[in-house]
């Protein structure tokens, strides 16, 4: 078997607060294989984003092992490894969209013409081809989103990391989002890790869907998805589909009574 | 329109009321005349007296506005009482204070939001710094310049406009500077930035509505600066000595097309700053708002 992209072994992270240390990660083992979409369901204050964040060495955790590529995520983040999409667009106002999609370039020191190559492929990746001269304020929130994905993906990591990337948007943008998100997916075969807090949002994307439960943060369920990677809109009506809706449900519905 | 007519009704109120408080504060002088000659005041006697005497306690409104235009379009721009002559020293030192206000801001700002030393050591300083009455703060600034050998009243007189000027630039920067939330810092954290880049990229772009709010106030703080400077330095030139002089010879008709020159100076000042800010933010890419 191939060593996973992503290796979690007893991850445990307390936050020292002024109310007494808060225990946001308890035992957290989880391994993600390269290629797999991974998304992370629970309820507010479950550690789900703190473990995103972990990955992203944004928060370094404060007890076991956690490796990215074998990497800690601290090296890993420099070797650019994954790119962040936060659940705000998060776009300068004072630059255009092909200006934000520039900045990581500029930032990790990319040639001027490779730039301008990169914003020009991911901006077709994410439908927004010939909006590269617009202000973010020019554009709808679903759009400002989709160039923010455009963003992080425009350096090429291998990894995604999704903070509720579509918790502000409506469902119908959302549903659409989604299906675009497959596509991309499909289209670049990376590996993505994906917070939310919609059930069918989760089992319609991902692999493998995590279900975690709060104090302490932790792990109550990891499901491996059966539905096939290509998976239309109305996938969602299936008997499987709902069938593993409802393990999700009741996964969260056993963290929330333990 | 709908906006003109709310400010020239204002306008018309406030010209009433000055002529008649005219009229009040300069019949004495007229009543002492007649008096004197021992002849009878008629209230239209009154009136026109009260409006053209030659040193009013308070003159009227068309007499300043004539003196303003006899001291702005009909004297030579070199001649010592024409007001532009005067009002363009003023101004020299209005923006030279400016500049150096802008740069002193932005500087201590930079400091205070990037170092921790900074925040604890100079902010508690510039808070002071603005509670000296700038007017005892003058004279010092004056010997000490002159001691140190800068020959001209121009480099004191814009050090005290810069004392007034930076410190809204001071307080709007450190506020923009620290405007972008954790969001933004950790998304550049990500791609590794270092904290060069995301100053130059992030913290200072996020800053630059605060520092064009801030830039109307503080041309008007040293524009006020430069004028308390020149009367306050025994200076000979500028709007603020002309003010001086009008007070000391008697002459209210300098004094005030003196205060009027200098309103209608701060008024285009701010004006100027008003479109540059409109300017900029154009080509930042915002909206009109």
């Keep these: 078997m191939k060593k996973p992209v992503i290796d979690a072994q007893n991850v445990d992270l307390t936050f020292q607060t002024n109310d007494g240390p808060v225990h946001a990660l308890k035992d957290v083992n989880l391994q993600i294989n390269k290629g797999d979409f991974v998304s992370f369901i629970g309820p507010s204050g479950c550690g789900k984003t703190t473990f995103l964040r972990c990955i992203a060495g944004l928060e370094t955790p404060t007890g076991g092992s956690l490796t990215v590529n074998g990497l800690t995520p601290e090296e890993a983040r420099k070797s650019r490894s994954y790119g962040y999409v936060f659940q705000a667009a998060g776009l300068y106002p004072w630059r255009t969209i092909a200006g934000n999609i520039k900045l990581p370039l500029e930032i990790m020191d990319f040639p001027k013409a490779e730039m301008d190559k990169r914003v020009e492929k991911v901006l077709d990746l994410v439908d927004l081809k010939g909006f590269g001269k617009k202000y973010p304020w020019q554009l709808s929130g679903g759009m400002q989103q989709r160039a923010s994905i455009a963003r992080a993906l425009a350096f090429d990591a291998e990894i995604l990391l999704m903070d509720e990337p579509f918790g502000a948007l409506d469902e119908i943008v959302r549903d659409k989002l989604n299906e675009e998100l497959l596509k991309l997916w499909a289209a670049t075969n990376k590996t993505i890790g994906f917070v939310t807090h919609s059930i069918p949002e989760a089992v319609y994307l991902s692999t493998k869907i995590v279900v975690m439960s709060p104090r302490p943060g932790r792990i109550t369920d990891v499901i491996e998805s059966p539905l096939p990677k290509e998976r239309p809109l109305d996938i969602r009506d299936t008997p499987e589909f709902i069938e593993i809706a409802h393990r999700v449900r009741d996964g969260l519905r056993a963290g929330h009574e333990a | ?289």
């Design chain 2, 1 to 289: 329109m709908s906006k003109i007519i709310p400010v020239l009704t204002v306008l018309v109120a406030l010209i009433v009321i000055w002529y008649a408080a005219a009229v009040k504060m300069n019949s004495t002088w007229t009543y002492d005349q007649a008096e004197r000659a021992g002849s009878e005041v008629t209230i239209s006697e009154l009136i026109t007296d009260t409006m053209s005497q030659k040193r009013p306690l308070l003159p009227a409104p068309h007499q300043i506005m004539a003196e303003l235009w006899d001291t702005t379009v009909e004297k030579k721009i070199t001649s010592k009482r024409s007001m532009v002559y005067q009002g363009s020293i003023t101004l020299k030192t209005t923006l030279l204070g400016f500049g150096f206000g802008i740069v002193i801001g932005i500087a201590l700002a930079t400091v205070i939001v990037l170092s921790r030393i900074g925040r604890l050591t100079l902010m508690p300083w510039a808070i002071i710094s603005q509670t000296i009455p700038i007017v005892a703060l003058a004279p010092i600034i004056v010997v000490l310049s002159n001691a140190v050998g800068t020959g001209t009243l121009m480099v004191p007189k814009a050090i005290i406009a810069a004392y007034l000027s930076f410190y809204p630039v001071l307080v709007s920067m450190v506020k923009g500077l620290q405007s972008p939330d954790q969001m933004q810092l950790d998304l550049l954290k990500t791609y590794g930035a270092s904290q060069s880049e995301v100053f130059w990229k992030l913290r200072l772009p996020s800053s630059m509505p605060y520092f064009f709010a801030s830039l109307k106030v503080s041309v008007a703080a040293a524009f006020v600066g430069a004028v308390v400077a020149e009367l306050s330095t025994s200076a000979i030139a500028g709007l603020g000595a002309r003010m001086l002089i009008g007070s000391q010879f008697g002459e209210p008709m300098i004094m005030w097309a003196a205060l009027f020159a200098a309103a209608i100076l701060a008024a285009i000042l701010i004006f100027l700053v008003g479109g540059f800010e409109k300017l900029a933010r154009n080509l930042m890419g915002g909206r009109a708002v």
